[in-house]
């Protein structure tokens, strides 16, 4: 599954490996997660000139979409909170920037979710054509008003993915809302095993929460009732807990991607130890830019050295169980 091929120097930061991917070659294990900063062209162009692993496009739709009022998004020191309302270009448009993309040598993550299943296929061929190089088939996004996420229905994303496969070659990733419960974990891994999925990102915000400011007496964002999608590091015990069972339910055949408060390179090394093969960035991405990739990949290189590990992969799904005495205060 995954080759180490040559090696390359990515903004004055030693990047020690191009890596393979579902036959894709990656620079960086570190890319951005599809949501800020990744929906108009200057953005996408920014991502193609930084130290980010790939170029991952904001979820598109069949329609280009204005999206939900502002604001409709916050930030504070544990996270952020969004109601996007998948504002973007229509998947039209994403077909026709796709191979301007290809110039940055880097692989191009077109994310994309329909409205229905006729939807999903019709897009997924046309930036298959347009050269994407993975897709990601987003099945939560938690903020339109009146479409449940269809990852919480195990039927539905099962019939989903089963015909989003048979229509295309190209790497599909599944972009995941977190679960809770072991099962729930257990069956959708079965789900994308069967259906021979290439990569499983996890996990997408937790839907449906909300941030209060108690001085105003009002939510912070105003979408839904101010109900949105939170990330950062209020979310990253809970997306680290689902990359762990994931990695483990998918024995390896399944590379996962684990996305969910990562700012620094420490934060980046606790998902590889919990099983993830590559790490994406959203809410210290949109608040620092793109410089953040060079340095998190800086932070993570210093982190290995001292930890003396040669390379990543030593390190990559190796959580230990604890032992001995608990945890105390500043542990
Ligand atoms: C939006 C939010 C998401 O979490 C997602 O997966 C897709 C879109 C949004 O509101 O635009």
Same mark, same amino acid.
């Not at 039927?155 to 099962?183: A, D, G």
């Not at 990102?201 to 209060?212: Q, R």
């Not at 290995?304 to 608990?326: C, F, P, S, T």
């Given at each position: ?9 990515? %903004?004055? *930061? ?25 929906? #108009?062209?200057? %953005? ?13 496009? &904001?979820?598109?739709?069949?329609? $280009? ?9 916050? %930030?504070?020191? #544990? ?7 998948? /504002? ?14 290809? =110039? ?31 897709? /990601? ?10 479409? $449940?996420?269809?990852? !919480? ?16 070659? &190209?790497?599909?990733? *599944?972009?995941?809302?977190? !679960? ?9 891994? =079965? ?8 990569? *499983? ?14 001085? &105003? /007496? ?16 209020? *979310? ?65 290189? /210093?982190?290995?050295?001292? &930890?003396?590990?040669? =390379?990543? %992969? ?12 608990? !945890?105390?205060?500043?542990?």
């Amino acid at each position: 599954m995954l080759t180490v091929i040559l090696k390359k120097e990515v %903004e004055g *930061v030693f990047v020690d490996q191009f890596y393979s991917f579902n036959s894709v070659l990656f620079p960086s294990r570190i890319m951005n997660a599809s949501g800020p900063l990744c929906t #108009w062209e200057q %953005e996408l162009n920014a991502l193609g000139e930084s130290a980010s692993g790939a170029i991952v496009l &904001k979820t598109t739709t069949f329609e $280009p979409r204005a999206g939900n009022d502002r604001p409709k998004y916050f %930030e504070n020191e #544990w996270g952020s909170i969004n109601s996007n309302g998948l /504002e973007n270009l229509g998947y039209k448009k994403y077909c026709e920037l796709i191979p301007k993309l290809k =110039r940055f040598n880097k692989p191009v993550i077109s994310s994309l979710s329909g409205f229905s299943l006729e939807e999903f296929t019709t897009m997924v061929g046309a930036l298959d054509q347009a050269g994407a190089d993975i897709l /990601e088939i987003n099945l939560s996004c938690p903020n339109i008003a009146g479409k $449940p996420q269809v990852a !919480y229905d195990f039927e539905m994303s099962e019939k989903y993915l089963h015909t989003i496969r048979s229509t295309t070659e &190209k790497p599909l990733w *599944v972009k995941l809302p977190p !679960y809770f419960e072991t099962i729930h974990r257990q069956e959708m891994a =079965r789900i994308l095993l069967k259906n021979e999925v290439n990569g *499983v990102t996890l996990i997408n915000s937790l839907g449906n929460a909300l941030i209060v400011d108690p001085e &105003k /007496e009002q939510a912070v964002i105003k979408p839904k009732q101010g109900l949105g999608g939170v990330g950062g590091k209020y *979310v990253k015990p809970v997306a680290l807990g689902n990359v762990f069972t994931f990695s483990q339910e998918l024995e390896n055949k399944i590379p996962v991607i684990g996305v969910g408060g990562i700012y620094t390179g420490m934060d980046a090394f606790e998902f590889f130890l919990c099983g993830a093969q590559l790490v994406q960035i959203g809410t210290a991405y949109k608040s620092q830019g793109p410089g953040i990739f060079a340095r998190v990949q800086g932070e993570l290189n /210093e982190l290995l050295q001292r &930890k003396n590990y040669a =390379r990543i %992969e030593d390190a990559i799904g190796k959580l230990k169980v604890v032992e001995g005495e608990e !945890y105390g205060f500043g542990a």
